[in-house]
C-alpha cells in the first residue's frame, strides 16, 4: 500500500524518515507504521518521540493475510484485528509522567533562569549526539557494585555504557522499596568514568535546578532524567526476591531519596538494641514465674549474661556477633516465654536461666511422663515375650541380667525406646524348644561336675540372688544362649 507524503516538514522533523502513514487526529498529525517484517526500529521510535506526534504502530505478520483474502477482508483484519500498540501518546506520556513524579517538570520554552536553559539545552543538544551501537545484556547484574566496574561502549552519548544496561539499572536493587540514592549513583559513575566529560562539569543551584524540576544535585539533574525517560519506556527493576518486573506492573512508586542519607547505624548501636531486645524478653519470662523463682532469677540474671551457652560463646558474644547464632537464642527464648503460658511447661532447653522451681517442677513432670512411657515399653516387651515362651520362661529371659552391673531385657526396654527396640530384636533371634530343656540343663549339670566338681554343683541347684525370683542356674538355663550365661555365671562365682 502506498501513501503519498504531503508534509515535507515532517519529512525533514525526521532525518529523512518517511512514516507509513500521515493522517490528522484532532486537528493534529497522527502517524502511523505498518510492521509486516520487522518492528520499528528504536532510532525511527526514538525521533517520534523526541519531536512529540503521536504515533502507533499496527504488527502484521504474513501468515495471518492469506493471498486470496478480498480488500475488504485484509482492510477489516488490519482495522479491527491487527495488534497494534502506541509509539508516543501524549495523553499516556502525561499519566506516566504523573505516576513517576515529575508532572512539576516546565517546558522548556517556559524556564526563566539563565542556567536552568543552559542545562535544558545541554540534555537536549547531548540527546542529539550520534548513537553508538551497543551489545544486548548479556545476564542481569547481581549487584550495583558489578555493574559499576564493568566498561561498555558509550551510549546515547551520556554514559557509557549500554542501553538494555540501564534498563536494568533503573531503580537498582529497590532494597526494601527503596532505590538506592541518586547522589551515590553519580559518585560511582564519576569514579568509574562512565559519564559523558561535558555533562560531568554542568554545576546548578538548587533554585535553577528546581525550576527545570530536576534534583539540586548539578549533573545529577541529567541522570534522573535519563532515568525517567527509560522508566516511561517500560525499564525493568530487579525486586528484593530477585523477581525482575516491568516498572508500569507495579502497583505503586516510591520516590528515589534524593537528599542526605541517613547515616547506618554503627555496631555499637546494633548490639545494644539487640541487648535491650533480649533484657524485654526476659522481664516478660520473670513476670511468668512465681514469686520465690522471680527473686531468683533477677538475682541470677548478672552472672546469666557471662555463662557459656554454645562452646564458649556467653549471651554477650552472641548478641555481639549478630549472626545465626543470635536468632537461635532469641528463639529459644520465645519458646520458653511460650512454655511458661502453658498448664505443663516443657522447658527442656533452659539455657541455664536461674528458675529452680520451675526447672524442679518440670523435672518432676518429665520424670512422671518418662515413668509412664518406660512403663508401656515394659509391657510390650513382656507381651511380646509371652507370645514366643511360656510364663516361666518369659519370666526368666525378663529378669535375666547380662552381667552384675547390667540391665536385663526388661529394665533395658523401660529405660528408653532404643532398648525396646534392642531387646525386641534380640528376642526375635532366641528359639526355645521345651523338649530340648532337659537335655541342656544335664549339658550344664556335666560341665560343672567335671570342671568344679560337687562345690559347683552345689552352687547350680542354690537359689541365686542375681536371677529372677532366686532361681537356681540351673532353672534359667533353657536354650544355647542361657547356657553359655550359666556356665558364664558359674565360673564368676565359684
Known amino acids: 500500500m502506498e501513501v503519498e507524503l504531503t508534509d515535507v516538514r515532517t519529512e525533514q522533523r525526521f532525518d529523512g524518515y518517511q512514516p507509513d502513514v500521515i ?48 480488500a475488504e477482508a485484509v482492510e477489516n483484519h488490519v482495522r479491527l484485528q491487527a495488534p497494534r500498540h502506541w509509539i508516543y501518546n501524549e495523553r499516556l506520556e502525561n499519566r506516566l509522567h504523573s505516576l513517576y513524579h515529575l508532572d512539576a517538570v ?23 549526539v550520534r548513537k553508538v551501537p551497543a551489545p544486548s545484556l548479556a545476564a542481569k ?39 538506592l540514592p541518586l547522589s551515590r549513583i553519580v559518585t560511582r559513575l564519576k569514579g568509574a568514568e562512565h559519564l559523558h566529560a561535558e555533562l560531568a562539569g554542568v554545576d546548578c543551584s538548587s533554585s535553577e535546578s528546581a525550576e527545570a524540576g530536576l534534583p539540586a544535585f548539578g549533573v545529577e539533574a541529567c541522570v534522573f532524567t535519563f532515568l525517567s525517560i527509560l522508566e516511561k519506556r517500560g525499564a525493568v527493576v530487579c525486586l528484593p526476591g530477585g523477581i525482575w518486573r516491568l516498572l508500569v506492573e507495579l502497583p505503586s512508586q516510591q520516590a528515589l531519596p534524593f537528599g542526605p542519607v541517613p547515616a547506618r547505624p554503627t555496631r555499637s548501636e546494633y548490639v545494644a538494641k539487640r541487648r535491650e531486645k533480649l533484657e524485654a524478653s526476659l522481664q516478660r519470662i520473670a513476670a511468668k514465674l512465681c514469686p520465690a523463682d522471680r ?25 555481639a556477633t549478630g549472626n545465626y547464632r543470635w536468632e537461635r537464642l532469641n528463639q529459644q527464648l520465645a519458646t520458653i516465654e511460650e ?73 533395658f526396654a523401660m529405660a528408653s525406646d532404643s532398648g525396646l527396640r534392642i531387646s525386641l530384636e534380640e528376642l526375635e533371634q532366641r528359639l526355645v524348644n521345651k523338649n530340648r530343656i532337659p537335655v541342656i540343663q544335664e549339658e550344664l549339670r556335666i560341665w560343672v561336675e567335671k570342671k568344679f566338681g560337687i562345690k559347683g554343683l552345689r552352687f547350680i541347684q542354690r537359689g541365686n540372688d542375681g536371677l529372677p525370683d532366686r532361681r537356681t542356674p540351673l532353672q534359667c538355663c533353657y536354650d544355647e544362649v542361657s547356657l553359655a550365661k550359666m556356665q558364664e555365671l558359674t565360673t564368676l562365682w565359684v
Open 23 to 70: 493522517f490528522s487526529a484532532s486537528g493534529k498529525p497522527l502517524l502511523m507504521e505498518i510492521a509486516v517484517t520487522h518492528t520499528v526500529p528504536a532510532a525511527k521510535a526514538g525521533l517520534i518521540r523526541r519531536q512529540r506526534i503521536e504515533a502507533f504502530e499496527i504488527d502484521l505478520e504474513l501468515d495471518c493475510v492469506p493471498g486470496n483474502f478480498s
Open 141 to 179: 547484574k547481581a549487584s550495583v557494585w558489578q555493574w559499576l566496574i564493568d566498561t561498555h561502549p558509550s551510549f546515547e552519548g551520556y554514559f557509557r555504557t549500554s542501553a538494555d544496561d540501564w534498563r536494568a539499572f533503573v531503580l537498582l536493587e529497590c532494597l526494601n522499596g527503596l532505590g
Open 106 to 128: 516546565r517546558a522548556r520554552g517556559q524556564l526563566t533562569l539563565e542556567k536552568s536553559k543552559a542545562l535544558a539545552e545541554l540534555y537536549d543538544r547531548l540527546a542529539k
Open 295 to 319: 527473686d531468683e532469677f533477677e538475682s541470677g540474671m548478672e552472672a546469666w549474661w557471662t555463662r557459656a551457652l554454645e562452646g564458649r560463646s556467653t549471651p554477650l558474644d552472641i548478641i
Open 339 to 411: 512454655a511458661l503460658n502453658s498448664d505443663t511447661p516443657d522447658l527442656s532447653e533452659s539455657l541455664g536461666l536461674p528458675m529452680s522451681e520451675a526447672m524442679a517442677a518440670h523435672a518432676a513432670r518429665a520424670e512422671i511422663v518418662e515413668r509412664g512411657k518406660g512403663l508401656l515399653r515394659g509391657e510390650k516387651l513382656r507381651a511380646r515375650a509371652l507370645q514366643k515362651f511360656d510364663t516361666e520362661i518369659a519370666a526368666i529371659w525378663l529378669g535375666t541380667r547380662a552381667s552384675r552391673k547390667g540391665l536385663s531385657p526388661l529394665e
